[in-house]
């Protein structure tokens, strides 16, 4: 996974490079493995001045991630205004 940096350059992405931002939020566990899908506040790139809101499986000791979104705050809170609408939930 790449990213264009400021210069108009690429940058391969390091896994490094991420930061979380306060403690992880479990939403369930997902197999044997101990891998569970997580919302948590992460900075992708130490430039971001940006917090993004992630919700996507993690391995237990957070080196291996799998799919998931990341939104930024106005993004989440459109969601959240969504989901507070539904009916079925």
Not at 16 to 35: A, E, L
Not at 73 to 81: D, Y
């Amino acid at each position: 996974m790449g990213y264009n940096n400021s210069n108009g350059g690429s940058k391969k992405f390091e896994m490094s490079d991420y930061q979380f931002i306060g403690d992880h939020n479990i939403i369930s566990d997902r197999g044997q493995q101990g891998w569970h899908l997580e919302l948590n506040v992460v900075k992708w790139r130490p430039e971001d001045t940006e917090n993004k809101f992630d919700i996507r499986v993690w391995s237990p000791d957070h080196k291996k991630m799998g799919k998931g979104i990341s939104m930024s705050k106005p993004e989440i809170s459109s969601l959240k205004a969504i989901l507070n609408t539904m009916d079925d939930l």
